[in-house]
């Protein structure tokens, strides 16, 4: 494998274990604030994102590659009210979706099209993820500051259950 893909794939495995720090982050938020669905909703997210860190580790493995585990960082943000982490989160997702890419371009340049074909999933993913965190924000913007919109609100995201992404379920 090239050593810019590798590194960059190794890399990914810190990024994806970060995003799960960062949301448990929000769901610790969340959950100090009374909003235990939204709480739900992260810790479901932050399980996810432990799930890409493992594609990415599994992937690795799989063509023979060292993984190298480093530290992963302190999520030290402090919100003010409840729309902050919904934007955080956008932002974030759109920093993820910038390091894909860069992946999917260094192995488009040594011509790598097996890991082109493996991120494909993730490309598609992190549209998911931008969208549904657009969603978030737009819903909070709308019925946030009303508060029987907002416990139905927290009521929906109580009801997200974690499921195995399929590039995990398929091994
Ligand atoms: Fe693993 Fe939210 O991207």
Known sequence: MDQKVYKLLN???NAELYSAYLYMSFADYYEEEGLDGYANWYMVQAAEERD???IFR??????????????????DKTFSNYLEPLEAGLEHEKLVTSLINSIYAAADEVKD???????????EEQLEE???????????????GDARSLYELNQEYATRTYSVPSPLAAE
Do not use: C
Not at 132 to 142: F, N, Q, S
């Open 130 to 144: 931008e969208a549904t965190a657009v969603d978030m924000i737009t819903k909070m913007k709308l019925f946030g």
């Open 11 to 13: 890399e990914q495995i």
């Open 58 to 75: 599994n992937y690795l493995h799989e063509n023979g590659q060292h993984v190298s585990l480093g530290a992963i960082a302190q999520p």
């Open 52 to 54: 890409h860190a493992l």
């Open 113 to 123: 099209y097996r890991t082109m074909k493996f991120l494909d999933w993730f490309i």
